[in-house]
C-alpha cells in the first residue's frame, strides 16, 4: 500500500487548471524551445517525456559536490552518496506501494528489468512445453526476452488475441491458460494504442491457478498511481524516462518470495557477500541484482521525479489528461479522412491515428515543420501493426503539461497537412 508520501502535494489552491498547468510548464526548460520558428508542442511524451528543473538540479547538485562510488567507502562522500541512493529506493517503494525495500531493484529500465525476469526468474524453471503467455499488443520489449527464453529452454510462447479496436478478447485469454502456463507477461497500457487493460482482474485469475504474473508497466506509471501491493502483481517493470526522470534507470519491482530463490542475473561487484575460486556467496536483497558500479545520478534523479509526481498528485494528472483525450479525440475525429486506431474504451492519454493513406512518416514530418513532436511507425509493436493490417502509425502521446491549445495547434496542422498532402 502507498503509506504517507514523502512530499506534500504543491498548493494548487484557488488554481484553476490552465494555471495549474502553466505552473507546472514553467518547470520544465524545453517546453520553452522554439523548433522551426514554431514554440514546440511535445506529444511524443510515450517515446521519453522532458524533465522538470528539480530533476536537472538534483542530478547537476549530485555530480557537483555529491558524487562518490556507492556501498564501497568509509568516507564521508561514499556515505552520503550511498545515504541518497538508498533513500531514492524508499522513494520509490513508497511511490508504488511496495511491501519492502528490499523488493526495489534499480536497472537500466523496463528492458532491462523483463530481461532479467526472463532468464533468472523463467529460464531456471522452464522445461519443454511448457509455456509463456503475452498478449498480441505487447512491446518487443516484452516479446523478445521470452522468444529468447523460450529458445533456450524448449518452452512456447502462447499469445492471446485482441479485438479490432485494441481491448483484450478476455475469452482467448482464458482459454489460453492451461497446466503448461508458467508465466504471464502482460502490458499495463499499450504504448502504441493507449488500451488500458485489466491487469487486476488478469492477475487474480492467473493467481486462481497458481500462475504468476509479470506487468510491463512502462506506459502505465507516468499516468496513474500504481500499488502493486494492491495489484498484487508478482513482477512490475519500468523506466524513469518516461516519468519524468533520469535515462538508463528504471525499476524492477518483485514479490520478495520469487526475488530470494532467483539467482543473479549478472556477475560483479556489489552484488556478492565473499568471493573466493572455491565458491562464491551472494549479497542479500536487493543487491543481489545491482552488479557493478550502479548508475548512482540516475537513481537519485528518479526518486526526485517520483517525488515530483507525487507533488503534483495523481488525482489532478488522472482527470487532466482525460481531458486532453477528450479534447484531442474530439477535435481529431473532425478531420477529414483521419482513422482512428485503437478506440478501446479505457483508455491512457495517448492518440494513434492514420491520415487517409498518407504514410505515417509524411505526417509527422510535416507536423516536425509545425513545431510538433509525434512519433510515427511501429512504435516497437511490429506484431500489433501486422494484426490490424497497417504499416504503423501517428501517434500523439500527451502529457500532465500538454495545453488545450496544443491540441487545437495539432489539429489545426493536421488539416494544413492533410492539404499539402491531398491537394
Ligand atoms: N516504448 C515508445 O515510444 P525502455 O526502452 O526499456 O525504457 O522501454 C521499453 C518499453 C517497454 N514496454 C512498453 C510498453 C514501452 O512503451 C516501452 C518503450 C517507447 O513507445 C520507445 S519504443
Redesign the pocket.
Known amino acids: 500500500m502507498n503509506t504517507v508520501l514523502k512530499t506534500a502535494h504543491i498548493s494548487f489552491d484557488g488554481l484553476d487548471q490552465e494555471d495549474v498547468v502553466d505552473r507546472i510548464r514553467a518547470d520544465f526548460p524545453a517546453l520553452s524551445l522554439t523548433v522551426n520558428n514554431h514554440p514546440l508542442v511535445y506529444l511524443?511524451n510515450?517515446?521519453?517525456s522532458q524533465k522538470p528543473i528539480q530533476v536537472i538540479e538534483r542530478i547537476s547538485r549530485y555530480y557537483s559536490t555529491e558524487h562518490s562510488n556507492v556501498h564501497r567507502g568509509v568516507h564521508d562522500l561514499s556515505q552520503r552518496a550511498t545515504e541518497y541512493y538508498e533513500s531514492s529506493r524508499d522513494i520509490i517503494r513508497d511511490f508504488i506501494g511496495a511491501r519492502s525495500r528490499t523488493e526495489i531493484i534499480f536497472t537500466?529500465?523496463?528492458?532491462?528489468?523483463?530481461n532479467l525476469v526472463a532468464q533468472s526468474f523463467a529460464r531456471p524453471i522452464l522445461n519443454p512445453g511448457d509455456e509463456i503467455l503475452v498478449t498480441h499488443l505487447?512491446?518487443?520489449?516484452?516479446i523478445v526476452p521470452w522468444q529468447l527464453v523460450c529458445q533456450q529452454t524448449g518452452a512456447e510462447l502462447k499469445v492471446v488475441a485482441i479485438h479490432d479496436d485494441g481491448s483484450i478478447d478476455y475469452d482467448d485469454f482464458e482459454q489460453s491458460l492451461s497446466e503448461r502456463t508458467r508465466l504471464i507477461a502482460i502490458?499495463?497500457?499499450?504504448?502504441?494504442l493507449g488500451t488500458i487493460i485489466p491487469v487486476k482482474r488478469i492477475i487474480s485469475d492467473a493467481h486462481g491457478l497458481g500462475i504468476p504474473v509479470l506487468v510491463?508497466?512502462?506506459?502505465a506509471v507516468p499516468h496513474m498511481q500504481i500499488d502493486v501491493s494492491d495489484l498484487d502483481v508478482d513482477f512490475y517493470?519500468?523506466?524513469?524516462?518516461?516519468m519524468y526522470g533520469p535515462?538508463g534507470i528504471?525499476i524492477l519491482y518483485g514479490k520478495e518470495q520469487f526475488l530470494e530463490k532467483m539467482p543473479p542475473y549478472q556477475g560483479g561487484g556489489d552484488m556478492i557477500e565473499s568471493v573466493s575460486f572455491a565458491g562464491t556467496t551472494y549479497n542479500d536483497l536487493p543487491h543481489k541484482f545491482e552488479a557493478g558500479t550502479p548508475n548512482i545520478a540516475g537513481a537519485i534523479g528518479l526518486g526526485t521525479a517520483a517525488e515530483y509526481m507525487n507533488q503534483i498528485g495523481f488525482e489532478f494528472i488522472s482527470e487532466y489528461e482525460a481531458k486532453l483525450l477528450e479534447r484531442a479525440t474530439d477535435r481529431l475525429s473532425q478531420i477529414e479522412g483521419l482513422r482512428f486506431i485503437g478506440t478501446a474504451e479505457n483508455k491512457a492519454s495517448v492518440v494513434s491515428f492514420l491520415l487517409r493513406d498518407s504514410h505515417p512518416y509524411d505526417v509527422a514530418t510535416l507536423l516536425d515543420k509545425f513545431g510538433i513532436a509525434v512519433?510515427s511507425g511501429h512504435?516497437?509493436?511490429q506484431p500489433v501493426m501486422s494484426r490490424l493490417g497497417i504499416p504503423g502509425t501517428v501517434?500523439a502521446?500527451f502529457a500532465f503539461y500538454n495545453t488545450m491549445d496544443e491540441i487545437d495547434v495539432l489539429a489545426e496542422s493536421l488539416q494544413k497537412s492533410s492539404r499539402i498532402l491531398f491537394s
Not at 537500466?108 to 523483463?114: A, Q
Not at 510491463?216 to 506506459?219: F, H, N, S, T, Y
Open positions: 511524443d510515450a517515446a521519453s537500466k529500465g523496463t528492458t532491462d528489468s523483463i505487447e512491446h518487443h520489449s516484452n502490458a499495463h497500457v499499450s504504448n502504441s510491463d508497466g512502462a506506459q517493470c519500468f523506466s524513469g524516462h518516461k535515462t528504471g512519433r512504435h516497437c509493436t501517434r502521446s
